[in-house]
């Protein structure tokens, strides 16, 4: 069973950054992806961004392409999300995850794809 407990949310104008950080109870580097998803109200959790933990690999959702990095610290079993150039949009419950299993491309970013979860953090943008 893996643990996972996100911080670094927050309020901010819009323009503006935050950077989550996730600590895994274990190496990650066993646990093979980690990432963020995000759930606004009224709407499904979505894939943000992965990282494969053993190669450093990442996928991004195309609505934060560009505007979001996603990086590790494997001596801190951390996992962390660097958010530039925040929009409204990017309001949502901030959920970090990580899974064991192979993965087929077309899942990465899929909240089936995970098995283990945190208890979010909030990311509240405004206009």
């Known amino acids: 069973q893996v643990q996972l407990a996100e911080s670094g949310g927050g309020s901010v104008q819009a323009g503006g950054s935050l950077r989550l950080s996730c600590v895994a109870s274990?190496?990650?580097?066993?646990?093979?992806?980690m990432g963020w998803f995000r759930q606004a109200p009224g709407k499904e959790r979505e894939g943000v961004a992965i990282i494969w933990t053993g190669g450093g690999t990442t996928w991004y959702a195309d609505s934060v392409q560009g505007r979001f990095t996603i990086s590790q610290d494997v001596a801190k079993n951390t996992v962390y999300l660097q958010m530039n150039s925040l929009k409204s949009e990017d309001t949502a419950m901030y959920y970090c995850?990580?899974?064991?299993?192979?993965?087929?491309?077309?899942?990465?970013?899929?909240?089936?794809?995970?098995?283990?979860w945190g208890q979010g953090t909030q990311v509240t943008v405004s206009s």
């Open positions: 995850a990580a899974d064991k299993r192979g993965k087929f491309l077309e899942t990465i970013l899929s909240r089936s794809a995970y098995l283990y």
């Open positions: 274990e190496f990650t580097g066993n646990i093979v992806y």
